[in-house]
C-alpha cells in the first residue's frame, strides 16, 4: 500500500555544502539516504517529496559534515498482509515467478500459482500447464495476495514477501478474463 507520510531523520552535510544548508540540499541528501531503503514500521522510501523544516545543526567529535534534523515528507510502500495487489512477472524461474509489485518483488512460488501442475520451460523462460494452454513469463500483468513478508532492514534486497494467486479473483490477468468469460456464458445458459 502507497503511502504519504511525515517523517523526521537526520543528515550529515558535508564541509563543502555547509555554505548554502537549503531545504533543498537537504531533500536531496535525505533521498540520497533514504530511497529504496527499508523500514519495517515505514514499508519502503519510495521519494521524498518536501522538506518541513531543518532543525540547528549539531557537530559531532570526529566527524567531519554538520548533522541536521529534518522533517519531511515522503511517499512510501508498505505491503500489507492479505493485501491484494497488482504486479508484473520480472523473472521466472524453477521454483516460481518474481512479481514486481511496487519498489520491491515477491515471490509467487510454483505451488502458489494455480491448482494445475506447471513445469518449468527454461528454453523459453516460462512455467506452463500440460493440462491447459496457460503459461506465465516475464512481463506477465498478474492480480496476487500477500501471505508472507520478513523485512530486512539492513539488506532490503534480503527482504521476502511471498504471494498467492489460488485464490478466486487471483491470478494472471488473462486467465481472469477467461475465468470471467466462462461464468458469464454459464450464466446466459441457465
Given at each position: 500500500?502507497?503511502?504519504?507520510?511525515?517523517?523526521?531523520?537526520?543528515?550529515?552535510v558535508p564541509p563543502?555544502?555547509?555554505?548554502?544548508?537549503?531545504?533543498?540540499?537537504?531533500?536531496?541528501?535525505l533521498q540520497d539516504k533514504l530511497e529504496g531503503r527499508?523500514?519495517?514500521?515505514?514499508?519502503?522510501?519510495?521519494?521524498?517529496?518536501?522538506v518541513h523544516d531543518v532543525g540547528e545543526g549539531t557537530v559531532l567529535p570526529n566527524r567531519p559534515g554538520v548533522y541536521y534534523e529534518a522533517e519531511f515528507d515522503a511517499v512510501t510502500f508498505d505491503p500489507q498482509m492479505?493485501?491484494?495487489?497488482d504486479g508484473t512477472v520480472v523473472e521466472v524461474v524453477e521454483?516460481?515467478?518474481?512479481?514486481?509489485?511496487?519498489?520491491?518483488?515477491?515471490?509467487?512460488?510454483?505451488?502458489?500459482?494455480?491448482?494445475?501442475?506447471?513445469?518449468?520451460?527454461?528454453?523459453?523462460?516460462?512455467?506452463?500447464?500440460?493440462?491447459s494452454d496457460r503459461a506465465l513469463e516475464v512481463d506477465d500483468a498478474v492480480r496476487t495476495r500477500i501471505v508472507t513478508k520478513s523485512i530486512?532492514?539492513?539488506?532490503?534486497?534480503?527482504?521476502?514477501?511471498g504471494l498467492t494467486a489460488k485464490q478466486p479473483g487471483l491470478g494472471?490477468?488473462?486467465?481472469?478474463?477467461?475465468?470471467?468469460?466462462?461464468?458469464e456464458e454459464a450464466t446466459a445458459g441457465e
Open positions: 500500500m502507497y503511502k504519504r507520510v511525515r517523517l523526521k531523520d537526520t543528515v550529515e563543502r555544502e555547509l555554505g548554502d544548508v537549503t531545504p533543498g540540499l537537504v531533500k536531496r541528501l527499508m523500514d519495517e514500521e515505514v514499508g519502503s522510501v519510495v521519494t521524498v517529496t518536501e492479505q493485501e491484494v495487489v521454483f516460481g515467478a518474481f512479481v514486481g509489485i511496487g519498489p520491491v518483488d515477491g515471490l509467487l512460488h510454483v505451488s502458489q500459482i494455480s491448482d494445475e501442475y506447471l513445469a518449468f520451460d527454461g528454453e523459453n523462460g516460462r512455467l506452463s500447464s500440460n493440462e530486512d532492514e539492513r539488506n532490503p534486497r534480503d527482504s521476502k514477501i494472471k490477468h488473462g486467465w481472469l478474463k477467461d475465468e470471467r468469460e466462462r461464468r
